[in-house]
């Protein structure tokens, strides 16, 4: 009875995961209109808490620890 139970939930499950599954969607290309906002090196342009927000590894970063933390949120905003 138990294993009856479980095999029509493993269906069940499986037919959802299937129906919830969107196809996968190409981002579209890029034109020369479009503008970087971020140059892959500091944060020239952006406005934020310089003791959370920083660049490693040509990437956006933020974090909060003991030392360092944030009394409630906080953002990095682009400016330029």
Known sequence: ML???VVCFVIC???TLS???EPTQ???AETEALKSIFNGKDLSGWDGD???W????G???GETTAEQSATGNTFLIWKG
């Open 19 to 21: 129906w919830a599954a």
């Open 54 to 57: 920083s660049v490693r590894d």
């Open 3 to 5: 294993s009856r139970h």
């Open 50 to 52: 310089p003791r959370l």
């Open 26 to 28: 190409n981002a579209p």
């Open 13 to 15: 499950l499986c037919g």
């Open 59 to 61: 990437v956006i970063h």
